[in-house]
Protein backbone atom coordinates (compact mmCIF):
# COMPACT_ATOMS: atom_id res chain seq x y z
CA UNK A 1 0.00 0.00 0.00
CA UNK A 2 1.36 3.37 -0.88
CA UNK A 3 0.53 6.86 0.85
CA UNK A 4 1.55 9.80 -0.67
CA UNK A 5 1.62 13.22 1.51
CA UNK A 6 -0.79 15.44 -0.50
CA UNK A 7 -1.09 18.77 1.37
CA UNK A 8 -0.35 20.40 4.69
CA UNK A 9 -4.22 22.50 5.56
CA UNK A 10 -4.40 25.34 7.78
CA UNK A 11 -6.71 26.80 9.29
CA UNK A 12 -6.85 31.10 8.75
CA UNK A 13 -9.84 33.76 9.24
CA UNK A 14 -8.49 34.91 5.71
CA UNK A 15 -6.90 32.26 3.32
CA UNK A 16 -6.71 34.60 0.98
CA UNK A 17 -4.31 37.03 2.36
CA UNK A 18 -2.58 34.16 4.76
CA UNK A 19 -1.99 32.23 1.22
CA UNK A 20 -0.70 35.34 -0.45
CA UNK A 21 1.46 35.99 2.33
CA UNK A 22 3.03 32.16 2.02
CA UNK A 23 3.18 32.19 -1.35
CA UNK A 24 5.43 35.19 -1.84
CA UNK A 25 7.47 34.21 1.37
CA UNK A 26 8.33 30.53 -0.68
CA UNK A 27 8.37 31.95 -3.93
CA UNK A 28 5.50 29.30 -4.57
CA UNK A 29 2.41 29.64 -6.88
CA UNK A 30 -1.44 29.75 -6.57
CA UNK A 31 -2.82 26.46 -7.58
CA UNK A 32 -6.36 26.21 -6.21
CA UNK A 33 -8.31 29.12 -5.31
CA UNK A 34 -12.20 29.35 -4.22
CA UNK A 35 -14.29 31.65 -2.48
CA UNK A 36 -13.08 29.99 1.33
CA UNK A 37 -9.85 28.01 0.70
CA UNK A 38 -6.30 28.89 -1.23
CA UNK A 39 -3.66 26.48 -2.52
CA UNK A 40 -0.27 27.11 -2.99
CA UNK A 41 2.87 24.88 -3.87
CA UNK A 42 6.75 25.27 -5.17
CA UNK A 43 5.04 24.83 -8.90
CA UNK A 44 1.94 23.19 -10.64
CA UNK A 45 1.55 19.52 -10.14
CA UNK A 46 4.08 19.53 -7.26
CA UNK A 47 3.42 17.87 -3.71
CA UNK A 48 2.88 18.39 -1.16
CA UNK A 49 0.42 21.61 -0.93
CA UNK A 50 -0.51 23.90 1.32
CA UNK A 51 -4.36 24.34 2.29
CA UNK A 52 -5.54 27.60 3.70
CA UNK A 53 -8.75 27.36 4.54
CA UNK A 54 -11.93 29.18 6.11
CA UNK A 55 -12.73 29.14 9.93
CA UNK A 56 -14.66 31.34 11.79
CA UNK A 57 -12.17 31.69 14.97
CA UNK A 58 -8.73 32.94 15.79
CA UNK A 59 -6.06 30.76 16.21
CA UNK A 60 -6.04 30.53 20.07
CA UNK A 61 -2.39 28.56 21.98
CA UNK A 62 0.52 27.51 20.24
CA UNK A 63 0.41 25.37 17.59
CA UNK A 64 0.44 21.54 18.02
CA UNK A 65 2.36 20.95 14.58
CA UNK A 66 4.44 23.59 12.87
CA UNK A 67 7.07 24.18 10.00
CA UNK A 68 10.62 24.45 10.24
CA UNK A 69 12.81 25.97 7.16
CA UNK A 70 16.50 25.98 7.01
CA UNK A 71 17.91 29.47 5.01
CA UNK A 72 21.36 30.20 3.75
CA UNK A 73 21.95 33.28 5.74
CA UNK A 74 19.25 33.18 9.74
CA UNK A 75 19.68 36.68 10.18
CA UNK A 76 19.04 37.79 6.72
CA UNK A 77 16.10 35.43 6.42
CA UNK A 78 14.89 36.42 9.76
CA UNK A 79 15.10 40.16 8.92
CA UNK A 80 13.11 39.27 5.56
CA UNK A 81 10.23 37.45 7.22
CA UNK A 82 10.02 40.32 9.74
CA UNK A 83 10.19 42.54 7.36
CA UNK A 84 7.51 41.11 5.37
CA UNK A 85 4.73 40.67 8.16
CA UNK A 86 6.30 37.90 10.67
CA UNK A 87 6.50 38.59 14.12
CA UNK A 88 9.11 37.23 16.80
CA UNK A 89 7.14 34.80 19.28
CA UNK A 90 8.61 33.64 22.88
CA UNK A 91 6.92 30.38 23.43
CA UNK A 92 9.08 29.34 26.05
CA UNK A 93 12.72 27.96 23.47
CA UNK A 94 14.54 29.92 25.69
CA UNK A 95 18.63 29.91 24.06
CA UNK A 96 18.48 27.62 21.24
CA UNK A 97 19.82 27.90 17.26
CA UNK A 98 16.36 28.93 16.23
CA UNK A 99 14.23 31.45 15.52
CA UNK A 100 10.47 31.01 16.08
CA UNK A 101 8.21 33.41 13.77
CA UNK A 102 4.54 33.59 13.58
CA UNK A 103 2.84 34.28 9.99
CA UNK A 104 0.06 37.31 10.65
CA UNK A 105 -2.30 34.79 11.78
CA UNK A 106 0.03 33.93 14.64
CA UNK A 107 0.65 30.56 13.42
CA UNK A 108 4.62 29.81 14.85
CA UNK A 109 7.47 28.48 12.38
CA UNK A 110 10.84 28.17 12.95
CA UNK A 111 13.80 29.60 10.69
CA UNK A 112 17.08 26.95 11.66
CA UNK A 113 20.43 27.66 11.68
CA UNK A 114 22.56 27.19 8.14
CA UNK A 115 23.15 23.44 7.71
CA UNK A 116 26.72 22.71 7.69
CA UNK A 117 28.31 23.11 4.26
CA UNK A 118 25.97 26.09 3.09
CA UNK A 119 26.98 29.35 2.48
CA UNK A 120 26.13 30.75 5.71
Known amino acids: MALMWEEVVVDSRDPRTLGLWWRDVLGWVVVGESADELEIAPSQGAH ?42 DIGQADVPWVVLADPEGNEFCVLAARPGSPD
Open 48 to 89: PTVLFGAVPEEKSGKNRLHLDFVPDDQAAEVDRLIGMGASRV
